[in-house]
């Protein structure tokens, strides 16, 4: 297993030492193990986990958020790659509920024939997820 200082984990994941240092004290990731000098070592699935939590922040979301979503699945099972499929889903899903709450009042103000358009542009599986997403809402389906 590969096992990086900080300056090497910061460079390949393109965050800043410090941030590594604060997302340490925050819990978000955990080194590995220290080295015979005391350096802390962290792992290839650190550098995995440090890139997402960094393209979560892109979406806008909170470390106090990001760090519940990883928890949270990281509990539920012990299979790192199944947590983060679960994680990235979750967080996926998280993302197109703040969406759609966006466009919901956009959706409210058209006319009956803008909505006829809108919809016959949809393709099945869009309509279905919408509907979805509208339902989760407590909106009601599609026009």
């Not at 099945?124 to 909106?139: D, R």
């Amino acid at each position: 297993m590969k096992l990086y200082r900080i300056g090497e984990l910061a460079r390949l994941s393109e965050v800043n030492p410090r941030t590594i240092d604060y997302y340490t004290k925050l819990g978000l990731i955990e080194p590995e193990t220290r080295s015979g000098t005391n350096y802390r070592l962290y792992s290839d699935e650190t550098l995995t986990r440090l890139k997402r939590i960094e393209l979560l922040k892109r979406e806008k979301y909170t470390l106090e958020e990001i760090k519940m979503s990883l928890s949270q699945w990281s509990r539920m099972s012990q299979d790192e790659f199944t947590a983060n499929k679960l994680t990235s889903l979750q967080i996926h899903l998280q993302q197109l509920e703040k969406e759609a709450k966006e466009i919901s009042p956009l959706l409210d103000q058209l006319k009956p024939s803008q909505a006829k358009r809108f919809h016959k542009m949809l393709t099945p599986s869009m309509a279905a997820c919408i509907e979805a997403l509208l339902l989760l809402l407590g909106k009601g389906p599609l026009g």
